[in-house]
């Protein structure tokens, strides 16, 4: 027997499905944690407010991570804290963004700031967070004193791989340098990551990070896995990310998400 007294997901490739649908049996299996007394908490690349729709359903009243934690904000929106690149840092991860051939976007806390408005998953990624972008020619002085994150974003699955390695090279402990889909590689501050988020969360409520599950199922999802009880990875995640995993449940797709709760935290035992 296994006490649970927080899950952390993921929100895209997990929580919702690929049409990013959050079903009703999603919201029932959290409707049911909070039955249970158990806490639940959402941490994604997204911005907070490209969040926002999943808070009523999820009569979520935990504090939110957006940017990989490179944003928490209270229910309302309201901001906790946030996490900033230095601008120097900035510039040599988009430079080298550019040097791949791969677009650039960049996230202050109010905005998000494109070149290109039919670029690959521009259209997709404001039918996802419900706002549009802001088309600029080029990122001022003033945006780079305000970036939370940056992300490369190509359909060229090598290129954004090769693209992490080199940025990450670059940057080193400067920044955090992760995946957080196939097309995308996010860079945040070094302290914005799905790790720390669950370290500030675990701090905030007072439990034991062995009394935390997470669940998840991108390269960016496996540093809160490392850090808690119990983890569990999609399975629509990569053979990598599963093997960072205490357990696997189904695909996004397959309601996965429910499954794992129903299985992993509602029955209160590890099968």
């Known amino acids: 027997m296994q006490k649970f ?17 959050l079903t009703a049996r999603a919201q029932a299996a959290v409707a049911a944690l909070r039955t249970r007394g158990i806490l ?22 935990s504090p939110i991570a957006g940017f990989n934690g490179g944003a928490l904000v209270r229910p309302d929106l309201s ?31 109010s905005d998000w700031l494109i070149h ?11 039918w996802t967070v419900k706002f549009e972008p802001t088309v600029i020619a080029r990122f001022s002085d003033s945006d780079l004193n305000k970036v939370i994150k940056i992300v490369g974003v190509s359909d ?29 590689v996010d860079i945040t501050h070094p302290a914005a990551n799905k790790g720390a988020v669950l370290d500030e969360l675990v701090k905030m409520y007072g439990i034991p990070a062995a009394e935390v599950a997470t669940i998840g199922d991108m390269p960016n999802d496996v ?7 119990f983890s569990i990875a999609m399975g629509n995640a ?5 093997s960072q995993a ?26």
């Not at 080199?166 to 992760?178: C, Q, W």
């Not at 992993?264 to 590890?270: A, R, T, W």
Request: glycine share 8%.
């Open 223 to 229: 540093l809160m896995f490392r850090r808690s009880g």
């Open 246 to 271: 205490s357990a696997t449940t189904d695909s996004f797709n397959d309601e996965g998400f429910a499954k794992a709760v129903e299985r992993y935290l509602l029955n209160s035992s590890v099968l």
């Open 156 to 184: 060229d699955s090598d290129a954004v791989a090769k693209c992490e390695a080199d940025v990450s090279a670059m940057l080193g402990e400067h920044a955090s340098v992760k995946r957080s889909q196939p097309y995308y």
């Open 79 to 109: 901001v906790i804290n946030t996490r900033t690149l230095t601008p120097d840092v900035a510039r040599q991860a988009i430079e080298v963004i550019r040097g791949h051939g791969i677009d650039t976007w960049l996230y202050t806390n």
């Open 40 to 61: 639940f908490a959402i941490t994604s690349g997204r911005p907070p407010r490209g969040m926002g729709m999943l808070i009523g359903p999820l009569a979520i009243t």
């Open 5 to 21: 007294s927080l899950l952390i997901s993921d929100v895209d490739g997990t929580l919702v499905t690929e049409n990013k649908i």
């Open 116 to 126: 290109n408005e039919n670029a690959p998953h521009v259209a997709r990624e404001a």
């Open 238 to 242: 990569s053979g990598a990310v599963k």
